[in-house]
């Protein structure tokens, strides 16, 4: 497995991706189908992210294969340059496997080479192998967003959790 920053070219893979993993998890913010397919989109972002010192798409490729993603989006404010606000997605035949660990691990390295202080992302409170991942890695619960999220009908709550590089 390769874990590298998205280009230009993986636009169409990694739109497909994107969809494909919110079409089997539950914890997305986006549902299956809510989110049109649009390689051309994903590259705009892809070419966007590339010009921000402070933001950065990583993929999880294993062959011809995006198996995983972690999107960092960083603050466009002089007073939060230093952040940035983290999704991860990996698709469901690979989750377990040791992806988002690998993800990761690569955007603490890149972080440390930006400069960014803190790392912060949301989590659905019952989403358990998405916060023990977080914890493992070095997250911490901050807070919780309360009925934050409306899913078939049912509220949810999100934690909110940062990491201090």
């Known amino acids: 497995m390769n874990i590298r920053q998205a280009e230009e070219k993986d636009a169409e893979n990694f739109a497909k991706l994107i969809r494909d993993v919110e079409n089997t998890s539950e914890y997305m913010l986006y549902g299956p189908g809510e989110r049109a397919f ?50 991860i997605g990996i698709l469901e035949k690979h989750r377990g496997t040791g992806i988002g660990t690998s993800l990761f691990e690569e955007l603490f390295n890149w972080a440390k080479e930006q400069n960014l202080h803190r790392l912060e992302l949301t989590v659905m409170s019952h989403n358990e192998a998405g916060k023990r991942l977080y914890t493992k890695m070095g997250f911490e619960v901050e807070g919780t967003k309360r009925h934050s999220l409306l899913v078939n009908g049912k509220y949810f709550d999100e934690n909110y959790m940062s990491k201090l590089i």
């Not at 390689?39 to 966007?48: C, Q, V």
């Open 38 to 87: 649009n390689p051309e989109s994903k590259k705009k972002m892809i070419t966007a992210f590339q010009a921000e010192k402070n933001s950065a798409i990583f993929v999880a490729e294993k062959g011809e294969e995006l198996q995983g993603f972690l999107i960092a989006k960083g603050g466009s404010a002089k007073r939060n340059l230093h952040t940035a606000y983290l999704v």
